[in-house]
């Protein structure tokens, strides 16, 4: 398998635009999660997703931080506008199922915002 | 909320000898407690988890154990190797400000962990 794929890996952009982040999670696997890196609040989980369905979005920072997954095998983390606050590494992770699951992460999006 | 700290933040061995890092959590209905291991530019990666029904678990070089009255937990790599030489994270399941599961993560802060050949 090819394990959970993100993209792009590396996106620059300035402030007020819009940043969209891809990932594919492993075939078959029923739970999706995104993460936010940073140094000074290490992994941040955002929002989870059980079958296509957002479970828990309390971690989202503000309004400007969207989630989708419209199928089982896709979904997307938009940022509108970005800030340069919200530069950070955003991963992707999926697992089996959702209690007691290993999740698997993506290598990873590495966002600046100038 | 879940909390969970780790210590130390930085760690640095001889190769050969033994590393311990250390996790407090404070949900006591917390019920599984993974360890990631993460590279330079790369995601985490699961290396041993345990349950709480569990109070110790080994994989080769690598050991956890759980104390679920004291709420803390423990990473225990024997014979390191430069290849150990990485940030781990430990975390602890928590049901989330609206999940009904435990598939919320909470994570520590990390441990870098330097083995010196």
């Known amino acids: 398998d090819a394990g959970v794929i993100q993209s792009p890996r590396h996106e620059v952009t300035e402030m007020g635009q819009e940043v969209t982040l891809r990932c594919k999670p492993i075939?078959?696997?029923?739970?999706l999660f995104w993460y936010r890196q940073t140094m000074m609040r290490g992994l941040e989980l955002l929002i989870y997703?059980?079958?296509?369905?957002?479970?828990?979005d309390s971690g989202m920072p503000e309004d400007r931080f969207s989630a989708k997954m419209p199928n089982a095998s896709f979904s997307t983390l938009k940022i509108q506008p970005s800030e340069p606050r919200d530069s950070a590494v955003y991963f992707c992770a999926s697992s089996l199922r959702l209690e007691f699951g290993t999740q698997y992460f993506g290598p990873g999006t590495r966002l600046t915002v100038l | 909320g879940e909390n969970v700290e780790q210590h130390p933040s930085t760690l640095s061995v001889q190769e050969g000898d033994s590393a311990v890092i250390k996790c407090t959590y404070s949900?006591?209905?917390?019920?599984?407690f993974p360890w990631y291991k993460q590279e330079l530019g790369k995601g985490p990666q699961l290396i041993i988890d345990?349950?709480?029904?569990?109070g110790e678990k080994k994989d080769q070089r690598i050991a956890v154990t759980l104390n679920k009255t004291a709420k803390h937990f423990s990473l225990h790599i024997t014979e390191t190797q430069p290849e150990d030489s990485a940030v781990y994270f430990c975390?602890?399941?928590?049901?989330?400000?609206?999940?009904?599961?435990?598939?919320?993560?909470?994570f520590g802060k990390g441990t870098k962990l330097s083995v010196k050949p």
């Open positions: 075939s078959g696997h029923n739970s």
């Open positions: 345990i349950r709480s029904n569990v």
């Open positions: 949900d006591s209905a917390s019920n599984y």
């Open positions: 975390a602890a399941s928590s049901r989330g400000r609206r999940g009904g599961s435990q598939g919320n993560l909470i």
């Open positions: 997703f059980n079958n296509n369905v957002p479970i828990d």
